[in-house]
T-cell receptor, first 109, second 116 residues
């Protein structure tokens, strides 16, 4: 079956760095997405990886290893506004997104 | 660019009535639109995929007669929850994809539906 695993909740300190891991198993693979979702709001796009390696975009970076079925989202210089849920989603061979349950990130001062 | 507008953002309706939610792509043509439902602290659940001018494809377990989806144009899709019941209360989110399957899907703001 198709499955996405990510931690349910993580806590980090303002100004620090946090890494949110995601492992996936899909029928075929057409890329890995990370979305940020604040409570009561729709997800907003953060990153898309389809090739192995690290993609850096400001304070956020995303890494993909296709051979390991593994990705992570790295957030640097954490700010209080980064408190949100982070959703990992893998696109399968039918170009359908398979969603993880999300990781709730709590930032403490 | 790539803005998707979903309306209304919140709606409260009485049991037995119908509610229509609109999803519009404002600055691009959306060949495919997706409708999701999200329960508290749960992942997004895909309800259906709609392509302009054709019938929506519903996921297993989603009642197509209850959740009517219309994708009449390249910029508008609607979801109508018919004969709503309290268990239909949820957060409904649409997303739209441009031509080219591997591009990201852009999300609407979501609609919080409460059935009383």
């Amino acid at each position: 079956g198709q499955n996405i695993d990510q931690p349910t909740e993580m806590t980090a300190t303002e100004g620090a760095i946090v890494q949110i891991n995601c492992t996936y198993q899909t029928s075929g693979f057409n890329g890995l997405f990370w979305y940020q979702q604040h409570a009561g709001e729709a997800p907003t796009f953060l990153s898309y990886n389809v090739l192995d390696g690290l993609e850096e975009k400001g304070r956020f970076s995303s890494f993909l290893s296709r051979s390991k079925g593994y990705s992570y989202l790295l957030l640097k210089e954490l700010q209080m506004k980064d408190s949100a849920s982070y959703l990992c989603a893998a696109m399968d061979s039918n170009y359908q997104l398979i969603w993880g349950a999300g990781t709730k990130l709590i930032i403490k001062p | 660019g790539a803005v998707v507008s979903q309306h209304p953002s919140r709606v409260i309706c009485k049991s037995g009535t119908s509610v229509k939610i609109e999803c519009r792509s404002l600055d691009f043509q959306a060949t495919t639109m997706f409708w999701y439902r999200q329960f508290p602290k749960k992942s997004l659940m895909l309800m259906a995929t709609s392509n302009e001018g054709s019938k929506a494809t519903y996921e297993q377990g989603v009642e197509k007669d209850k959740f009517l989806i219309n994708h009449a144009s390249l910029t508008l899709s609607t979801l109508t929850v018919t004969s709503a019941h309290p268990e239909d209360s949820s957060f409904y989110i649409c997303s739209a994809r441009m031509a080219g399957r591997d591009t990201e899907a852009f999300f609407g703001q979501g609609t919080r539906l409460t059935v009383v």
